[in-house]
T-cell receptor, first 113, second 114 residues
Framework: RKEVEQDPGPFNVPEGATVAFNCTYSNSASQSFFWYRQDCRKEPKLLMS???SGNEDGRFTAQLNRASQYISLLIRDSKLSDSATYLCVVITVPNNAGNMLTFGGGTRLMVKP | NAGVTQTPKFQVLKTGQSMTLQCAQD?????MSWYRQDPGMGLRLIHY???????DQGEVPNGYNVSRSTTEDFPLRLLSAAPSQTSVYFCASRNPRDGYEKLFFGSGTQLSVL
């Protein structure tokens, strides 16, 4: 089982739709969680952190469910510019300094006019 | 600030050739790392460094070497390229005193090994 799993999609939605992605993680010791956005052939960029109590940034809402070990990303009022791949990133206390980040495979979103 | 600069952006190699992917950052970050990204696999850590003179292996280190002689530079060497190393490579850096919200990626190197 992968440490961090995402539905690869693609999710094809019309403009204005609400869409939600889930990401499950296997290590219950995971401490921090992020959503990154990656445009085609570009580097990943931080979209938002995910806090225990849930958090919102404009049209984007992130939630964490520790009991079921998943995080979610909700996008309201989808825009064409939201078309991208969304990567789930989980940070676990490491046994070394570098290998803390585990990336999911990404979920591709395509917003259609 | 240029941030994290990777060169080249594209490279085609023949099996058995060697090459070096360059990564430089001008933010005085102690942590630097190399990832590879394959379709549907997410980013996987190849090697990382917590400071000049210190490097360690990540999840998929075989076939790659790194060195960190300066804080700014963290080159990734492919010793004898194989088709399995066809991938997109990203370098990243971070100040250990900052959270992961301040992880900076380079723009990537797309490598094809024929």
């Amino acid at each position: 089982r992968k440490e961090v799993e995402q539905d690869p999609g693609p999710f094809n939605v019309p403009e204005g739709a609400t869409v939600a992605f889930n990401c499950t993680y296997s290590n219950s010791a995971s401490q921090s969680f992020f959503w990154y956005r990656q445009d085609c052939r570009k580097e990943p960029k931080l979209l938002m952190s995910v806090y225990s109590s849930g958090n919102e940034d404009g049209r984007f809402t992130a939630q964490l469910n520790r009991a079921s070990q998943y995080i979610s990303l909700l996008i309201r009022d989808s825009k064409l510019s939201d078309s991208a791949t969304y990567l789930c990133v989980v940070i676990t206390v490491p046994n070394n300094a570098g290998n803390m980040l585990t990336f999911g495979g990404g979920t591709r979103l395509m917003v259609k006019p | 600030n240029a941030g994290v600069t990777q060169t080249p952006k594209f490279q085609v190699l023949k099996t058995g050739q060697s090459m070096t992917l360059q990564c430089a950052q001008d933010m005085n970050h102690e942590y630097m790392s190399w990832y590879r990204q394959d379709p549907g696999m997410g980013l996987r850590l190849i090697h990382y460094s917590v400071g000049a003179g210190i490097t360690d292996q990540g999840e998929v280190p075989n076939g790659y070497n790194v060195s960190r002689s300066t804080t700014e530079d963290f080159p990734l060497r492919l010793l004898s390229a194989a088709p399995s190393q066809t991938s997109v490579y990203f370098c990243a850096s971070r100040n250990p005193r900052d959270g992961y919200e301040k992880l900076f990626f380079g723009s990537g190197t797309q490598l094809s090994v024929l």
